[in-house]
């Protein structure tokens, strides 16, 4: 639940702004009807980066533009912003289950998003190796699918109380597994690998980096999740889990940032359960986005 004194000063933010949170109706492939909001600074940057934010489950597009301060960010650093909406009217969360999605080019939630993010860099001369994402609970799941499915899109994610690509995979788009929320899907590096490699067969090109984190207290997707998502992009990565730095409270008092070379961290969130806080800044240096040089974090990096 967010707090009175929140919403106010999420309204007091939007007001500010210097553009509108816009509805775009036909932008290509698009199989199961998601919605594309995109919020463009009224001065953009030469060759503007793109943050994708898909919201989290009984959430909105609305709600990811109202609740993340990243549209008043890209005022400030002159970069687009697309909040995806769930075309899933029973509960709002994202489709990351089915073979569509998680298939590159396969059809379902992810194309989607996708198509909104190559419509934008058409439209706007964006910059299509400086594409991100990040999103919360079924926002975090769906960043998780997105780089999986779509290597060649995306330069970096960030994940915020998610699992690991393919955990939720079933028969259906909106299906829910609870053995994967839970924490009973309990697979190694390699199993976790080939899931990721398979959606892509024959991919061998630039990987994106990912940020991953996750409350020691999260009932509704359990923190074995978080040990999943390292083995499957460690392994991915080919780490081999072997950890480069490990920092204690960082960003946050009892936090722990595990970090895995250059590719990969994961942060556990002592005592924090699902609604775990999402911390803006530490999103926007992983990314670099406020970074105005030509020597900003890309795919050409």
């Known amino acids: 639940m967010f707090s009175s004194l929140f919403l106010i000063l999420c309204a007091s933010t939007v007001s500010a702004l210097s ?3 816009t509805l775009i109706e036909k932008y290509g492939p698009n199989p199961r009807n998601v919605s594309m909001y995109i919020y463009v600074p009224k001065n953009l940057a030469p060759k503007p980066a793109i943050m994708v934010v898909p919201h989290w489950c009984h959430g909105t597009a609305q709600d990811a533009f109202n609740g993340r301060p990243y549209a008043s960010l890209g005022d400030r650093y002159g970069f687009i912003s697309i909040y995806p909406d769930s075309p899933n009217t029973v509960d709002k969360c994202w489709d990351v289950s089915s073979n569509q999605s998680l298939t590159h080019n396969g059809g379902g939630d992810a194309l989607g998003i996708v198509s909104m993010v190559r419509w ?8 299509k190796d400086r594409v991100f994402v990040t999103g919360t609970s079924s926002g975090a799941m769906m960043t998780n699918v997105l780089l999986g499915s779509y290597p060649d899109v995306f330069a970096a994610g960030s994940a915020w109380a998610g699992v690991a690509f393919g955990c939720f995979a079933g028969d259906g788009f909106d299906v829910w597994s609870d053995a994967c929320a839970t924490g009973k899907i309990v697979k190694n590096g390699t199993e976790w690998a080939k899931m990721v490699h398979n959606a892509y067969p024959g991919y061998s090109g ?3 980096k990912l940020q991953v984190f996750h409350g020691t207290v999260d009932n509704a997707l359990y923190p074995q999740n ?4 390292i083995k499957q992009w460690t392994t991915v990565f080919e780490l081999k889990n072997s950890m480069v730095a490990t920092t204690e409270n960082t960003p946050l008092a009892g936090w722990t940032r595990y970090r895995y070379g250059a590719k990969f961290e994961a942060y556990s969130a002592a005592g924090v359960d699902h609604n775990i806080p999402n911390q803006a800044d530490v999103v926007m240096d992983w990314f670099d986005l406020k970074c105005t040089s030509g020597a900003c974090y890309s795919r050409r990096s």
């Open 19 to 21: 553009s509108n949170l």
């Open 120 to 127: 934008t860099i058409e439209k706007y001369g964006a910059d």
């Open 206 to 208: 630039f990987r994106p």
């Open 226 to 229: 978080l040990q999943e998502e």
